[in-house]
């Protein structure tokens, strides 16, 4: 097992930035690939970023440039850092994990954590 605790989110300005942080526990966590979702009201959860085992990212197109995701082994812990938030942006951000690798769907993620919400004012 595999548990996930985020935080770092809250509400912010267009234009302003914000770093979630996803800590894991429970297993080796450098064997996983780590994704971070996103869900805004009314729609379906989608892929925001993914930092494979060896560090390879990928970010989906709609923020690509402006988020950036990271991960440390030393700490168990991902990170995604926002610069630029737009009001699309708003949403709960759900990290989760999956051995293997990449994977771009939901559906392919074994564990999860809570959210954390983000508000982006315009």
């Known amino acids: 097992q595999v548990q996930l605790v985020e935080s770092g989110g809250g509400l912010v300005q267009a234009g302003g930035s914000l770093r979630l942080s996803c800590a894991a526990s429970?297993?080796?966590?450098?064997?996983?690939?780590m994704g971070w979702f996103r869900q805004a009201p009314g729609k379906e959860r989608e892929l925001v970023a993914v930092?494979?085992?060896?560090?390879?990212?990928y970010h989906a197109d709609s923020v690509k440039g402006r988020f950036t995701i990271s991960r440390d082994g030393a700490k168990n812990t991902v990170f995604l850092q926002m610069y630029s938030l737009k009001p699309e942006d708003t949403a709960v951000y759900y990290c989760?994990?999956?051995?293997?690798?990449?994977?771009?769907?939901?559906?392919?993620?074994?564990?999860w954590g809570q959210g954390t919400q983000v508000t982006v004012s315009s």
């Open positions: 989760a994990a999956r051995q293997g690798y990449f994977r771009f769907r939901d559906y392919d993620y074994d564990y």
């Open positions: 429970g297993r080796t966590f450098s064997g996983y690939v």
């Open positions: 930092v494979s085992s060896g560090g390879n990212t």
